[in-house]
T-cell receptor, first 110, second 112 residues
Framework: GQQVMQIPQYQHVQEGEDFTTYCNSS?????IQWYKQRPGGHPVFLIQ?????EVKKQKRLTFQFGEAKKNSSLHITATQTTDVGTYFC??????????FGAGTILRVKS | DGGITQSPKYLFRKEGQNVTLSCEQN?????MYWYRQDPGQGLRLIYY???????QKGDIAEGYSVSREKKESFPLTVTSAQKNPTAFYLC???????????FGPGTRLTVL
């Protein structure tokens, strides 16, 4: 079945440094979604990417969807302590259910 | 105030007892989901429902059961057959099967 791999599992950065998490699917996706879960909280939807090669920005966050629609990345510029949490990608194959990656835990040292 | 609610927030049960977790949404969403999250791990799908009176097994359905008698409600029963039930349980809903999912606050179940 469809698998979604996410790396790294964990990253600890100094405040102000950049951060990137990568997501790879075993199959071509119709769309990919990104969620953020704060410590002790629940996942919250960030964005959905649908088009091949799509790039979307939300303030310091940049999301990319690969040309082959099998991979994606989330890049945070100049991390802040408010960025702490677990970032999940979730890929959806055509007509299939959403499959979540294992998540990347981000810790920020101030 | 629209949203998705789960109750209770914390739940303790003795081993061998069945327990039912509540999930209610007033977003008029057709699709509802149950996930299990273990410490430091991702989300694993237990059951999902695309429409009232219909539901499908997810990746780890063994030891769990659900019902979807009303559009707003999707309760999850953790049965005594579930070998390791202590976990954080998240309910989610979405307008349709292929849409964004909105998560409830979760129920943290501890089996003693």
């Amino acid at each position: 079945g469809q698998q979604v791999m996410q790396i790294p599992q964990y990253q600890h950065v100094q405040e102000g440094e950049d951060f990137t998490t990568y997501c790879n699917s075993s199959t071509t996706l119709s769309n990919i979604q990104w969620y953020k879960q704060r410590p002790g909280g629940h996942p919250v939807f960030l964005i959905q990417l649908v088009k091949s090669g799509e790039v979307k920005k939300q303030k310091r966050l940049t999301f990319q969807f690969g040309e082959a629609k099998k991979n994606s990345s989330l890049h945070i510029t100049a991390t802040q302590t408010t960025d702490v949490g677990t970032y999940f990608c979730a890929g959806q194959g055509y007509g299939n259910k959403l499959v979540f990656g294992a998540g990347t835990i981000l810790r920020v040292k101030s | 105030d629209g949203g998705i609610t789960q109750s209770p927030k914390y739940l303790f049960r003795k081993e061998g007892q069945n327990v039912t977790l509540s999930c209610e949404q007033n977003l008029n969403h057709d699709a509802m989901y149950w996930y299990r999250q273990d410490p430091g791990q991702g989300l694993r799908l237990i059951y999902y429902s695309q429409i009232v009176n219909d539901f499908q097994k997810g990746d780890i359905a063994e030891g769990y059961s659900v019902s979807r008698e009303k559009k707003e409600s999707f309760p999850l029963t953790v049965t005594s057959a579930q070998k390791n039930p202590t976990a954080f349980y998240l309910c989610a809903s979405g307008p349709g099967f292929t849409d964004t999912q909105y998560f409830g606050p979760g129920t943290r179940l501890t089996v003693l």
